[in-house]
């Protein structure tokens, strides 16, 4: 087979290569191991296949792609760009797009080894041309710029190159080009930020973060709506929320949320504030980002208790992202009855609301119900066993009727609420009382598809696994989940058949 794609690199190399000779290529050269393509390799067969490029073929141009794609993943990167350089350079201005990402992620590439990157830095045009690509009109293309340059200012000369050169008048030129290509200039510079506290000194030394803070505490309020999502994503990182708080920007959001309250299009922008503070408190400490920001979770009361489908989809999110933990959980629990009669609005809405707000309600239900083994006191299985006794008047038999339905969504997210307490006593004992419901966790026979079959046996492993299960259950029903664990989720029971004679 190497042989063949010798002969045919060959062929390829004279430029007058057959559509269908192209093909076999790209066939034979998927079939080789990349050190025997290296060997057969030649610069002038590398060239001749860039040069088949530049047909107004889309067949063939495609066909160049794949063999291209193949052959330079086999070649070491300092290679490509010591021998490759001006093709490159030439597949960023392509009018088709599958050569460009093609020529950007080989780019990628060579960043990502030491010797290589050196020679990008080298090649201000070439980076140049990469960031007028965050400009183009496919999307494809668009990220595959923004995952390059990313790459690219993992190092210290990377960052000096893209925000300490002229390369940083091309970022804003390019920015110039409408909002959407802005917002994907901000999402570059919020990944680069992310990296590091140094990364983020350069990015707000460039004045880039300035710009898109202005444009989140701005009045446009879809435009707000946009930068609140970059704006978490920077707040992920410790060195982030850091920079956020000493900007002031966190006192700001807290500010805008409480000024919502007089603004008619605050529903565009507030959904993403609130998810703001939810993740916000999750990544930092529950206790106090609520006590220092009481609007927050006022707020999300507030849109739980409305009849706006969108409004209570965020706050249940929220409550479940802010329930995660126990911190976030005792800060709730102070909220005492106004929270409990949340739960029952929120049980309501998992039985009767549309089925993606059902499901939203079910994975919040999960989070705040769930606590894991060494954090089962005595108060906090007593709030939870509260919580689950809030959601209805039968807590049980809604799940379990919800977990009886036809649509595998809704029935895994009702198995999930009982994976939540399966580990906690007093749920066995609810359970153990329930008639026919252990019964019904042993029964394989009701899980109709795998992701039922995986939501079933993650119940069964989290009673199994569990120190007072064999206690509660007693050993007939210990032994029936042992073996089904043992089993694994598929385990089908073989059915013996006996042949009866004469029978057809």
């Not at 290509?181 to 990364?199: G, H, M, Q, W």
Request: proline share 4%; aromatic share 6%.
């Amino acid at each position: 087979m190497a042989e063949a794609v010798a002969e045919l690199l060959e062929r390829a190399a004279r430029r007058d290569t057959p559509l269908e000779e192209l093909r076999a290529l790209r066939l034979a050269v998927q079939a080789v191991p990349p050190a025997a393509l290296r060997a057969r390799l030649t610069e002038h067969h590398l060239g001749a296949l860039f040069a088949l490029l530049s047909v107004n073929d889309r067949e063939q141009v495609s066909a160049c792609v794949s063999i291209l794609e193949r052959l330079l993943q086999a070649l070491d990167p300092v290679y490509v760009i010591q021998n490759l350089r001006e093709e490159l350079q030439k597949g960023l201005f392509h009018p088709d797009d599958s050569v460009k990402i093609l020529t950007i992620s080989q780019v990628g590439r060579i960043v990502e080894d030491s010797e290589a990157v050196t020679e990008i830095l080298n090649s201000p045009e070439l980076l140049r041309q990469i960031i007028n690509c965050i400009g183009g009109e496919k999307i494809a293309v668009a990220k595959e710029a923004i995952k390059s340059l990313s790459r690219i200012a993992q190092t210290q000369d990377g960052l000096e190159a893209l925000f300490v050169s002229s390369l940083l008048s091309d970022l804003k030129n390019v920015m110039a080009t409408n909002d959407v290509v802005r917002y994907r200039v901000y999402e570059l510079i919020v990944e680069i930020s992310s990296v590091s506290a140094d990364s983020l000194n350069y990015c707000a030394n460039s004045g880039l973060i300035s710009e898109l803070i202005g444009e989140l505490t701005g009045d446009d309020v879809l435009v707000r709506a946009t930068c609140i999502e970059m704006v978490t994503s920077l707040a992920h990182t410790p060195h982030g929320r850091q920079y956020l708080a000493q900007q002031g920007v966190i006192d700001k959001i807290s500010n805008i949320i409480v000024g919502a309250e007089s603004d008619p299009f605050s529903g565009f922008y507030l959904p993403g504030f609130v998810k703001f503070f939810g993740n916000l408190a999750v990544v930092d400490s529950p206790q106090q980002i609520c006590e220092r920001y009481p609007v927050f979770v006022e707020k999300v009361f507030e849109m739980a208790e409305s009849h706006d489908p969108t409004m209570i989809g965020v706050a249940v999110d929220t409550l479940g992202i802010l329930g995660s933990n126990v911190e976030g959980k005792q800060v709730l629990q102070k909220t005492r009855s106004r929270f409990q009669n949340l739960l029952k609005r929120i049980g309501h809405q998992a039985k009767n609301a549309p089925t993606e707000l059902r499901l939203r309600c079910l994975d919040a239900i999960s989070s705040l119900l769930y606590l894991p083994p060494e954090q089962q006191t005595e108060d906090l299985l007593r709030m939870t066993e509260s919580w689950f006794t809030s959601l209805s008047s039968q807590p049980l038999e809604l799940f379990r009727s919800i977990s009886t339905q036809p649509f595998p969504d809704l029935h895994c997210g009702a198995l999930r609420v009982f994976t939540a307490i399966a580990n906690q006593p007093w749920a066995q004992k609810l359970m153990l009382d329930s008639p026919g419901f252990v019964e019904y966790i042993v029964d394989r026979s009701v899980e109709p598809d795998k992701a039922s079959k995986d939501a079933k046996y993650e119940l069964v492993k989290a009673l199994g696994n569990s120190k007072t299960i064999a206690e509660i259950f007693g050993n007939q029903y210990y032994l029936r989940l042992r073996a089904y664990l043992r089993e694994g989720p598929y385990y089908v029971k073989a059915v013996s058949t006996t042949a009866v004679e004469g029978a057809e």
